[in-house]
């Protein structure tokens, strides 16, 4: 079984410009959760999709938003880029939500914002 | 709110050295569970182990055990006899039960394993 898999693996972009995340999930796997991670905060959640609806949110400005398609597939976007969010972004799926089921990572985007 | 307290921030061993990373939670609810997870140099966070609030024994799987103790609102996790292979940075983590959780984790513990 394919594991989770995030593209692009990594991107430079410059301040101001907006950037688009991709993140299949595991066959199978209906929700999809978005992580920012940084040195200094960890693993920070942004949100959580299931059935294409967003069931959960972190504290993040409005500028961080995702959506999820029907065959489970999810996007993150970023616009109005700052250089603090430069981070590694990690998106994880599990079998469906709740607190059951253990998260499964992909390898993360490495964002650098210039 | 939850929260998850890992207060070793980098940790040095030498190769066979047995040494525990410290995990620390914070929930109002009573019914939570807990998770490890190993990311190594490559990046990809890899699922340890799950345990729910309500099964307070000590698992063991072969050199990794854990020690889950709800009276210190603890769940710690032992490496017997450390491999250069161990070397990665483990976080803990929490979700609390009923509808849509997430899962909060600690700023993790670097472990260097030195041969």
């Known amino acids: 079984k394919a594991g989770v898999t995030q593209t692009p693996r990594y991107l430079i972009k410059t301040r101001g410009q907006q950037v688009t995340l991709s993140c299949s999930p595991i066959?199978?796997?209906?929700?999809v959760s978005w992580y920012q991670q940084t040195p200094g905060q960890g693993l920070q959640f942004l949100f959580e999709?299931?059935?294409?609806?967003?069931?959960n949110k972190g504290n993040f400005p409005g500028r961080f938003s995702g959506r999820q398609f029907s065959n489970s597939r999810s996007e993150m976007n970023v616009s109005t880029l700052e250089l603090g969010d430069s981070a590694l972004y990690l998106c994880?799926?599990?079998?469906?939500?709740?607190?059951?089921?253990?998260?499964?990572f992909g390898n993360g985007t490495r964002l650098t914002v210039t | 709110a939850q929260k998850v307290t890992q207060a070793q921030t980098e940790i040095s061993v030498v190769e066979k050295e047995d040494v525990t990373l410290d995990c620390v939670y914070e929930?109002?609810?009573?019914?939570?569970?807990l998770f490890w997870y190993k990311q190594p140099p490559s990046g990809e966070l890899v699922f340890l182990i799950r345990r729910n609030s309500f099964d307070e024994q000590n698992e063991i799987s072969g050199r990794y055990s854990w020690n889950f103790q709800k009276s210190t609102s603890s769940f710690n996790f032992t490496i017997t006899a450390s491999q250069v292979v161990d070397s990665a940075v483990y976080f803990c983590a929490l979700s609390e039960a009923g509808g849509y959780q997430k899962v909060t984790f600690g700023t993790g513990t670097k472990l260097q394993v030195i041969p």
């Open positions: 066959s199978g796997h209906r929700s």
């Open positions: 994880a799926s599990r079998l469906k939500t709740g607190e059951n089921s253990p998260l499964h």
């Open positions: 999709y299931f059935s294409e609806t967003q069931r």
């Open positions: 929930t109002r609810d009573t019914t939570y569970y």
